[in-house]
């Protein structure tokens, strides 16, 4: 059975810091590359960061550049995004996402706010 399970999010002020984590289990994870989305309430699902099998590639989205990001450890199977300088428009609900497989978590709520 597969399962991603995302953790970590939460409230946080604006400015702040938050580790978001995804454990995988059920497939191969260190043969699958890997993105992080995000959701905000009344818009589409975003892409926020990629990262490749062996974490030597990363791409980001503009709106997240040089604040997030993302990194992988194969041997625990787990994804995490370290995001700082949080602004409010990052309150979204983030999943991560293994592409090639279409398989995605349940999503984390993150909530930037003073």
């Known amino acids: 059975q597969v399962q991603l399970v995302e953790s970590g999010g939460g409230l946080v002020q604006p400015g702040g810091s938050l580790r978001l984590s995804c454990a995988v289990s059920g497939f191969t994870f260190r043969n699958y590359a890997m993105r992080w989305y995000r959701q905000a309430p009344g818009k589409e699902r975003e892409l926020v960061a990629s990262?490749?099998?062996?974490?030597?590639?990363?791409d980001y989205a503009d709106t997240v550049k040089g604040r997030f990001t993302t990194t992988r450890d194969n041997a625990k199977a787990t994804l995490y995004l370290q995001m700082n300088s949080l602004k409010p428009e990052d309150t979204a609900v983030y999943y991560c996402?293994?592409?090639?497989?279409?398989?995605w978590g349940q999503g984390t709520q993150v909530t930037v706010s003073s």
């Open positions: 990262i490749s099998v062996f974490g030597g590639s990363t």
């Open positions: 996402n293994a592409p090639t497989l279409g398989y």
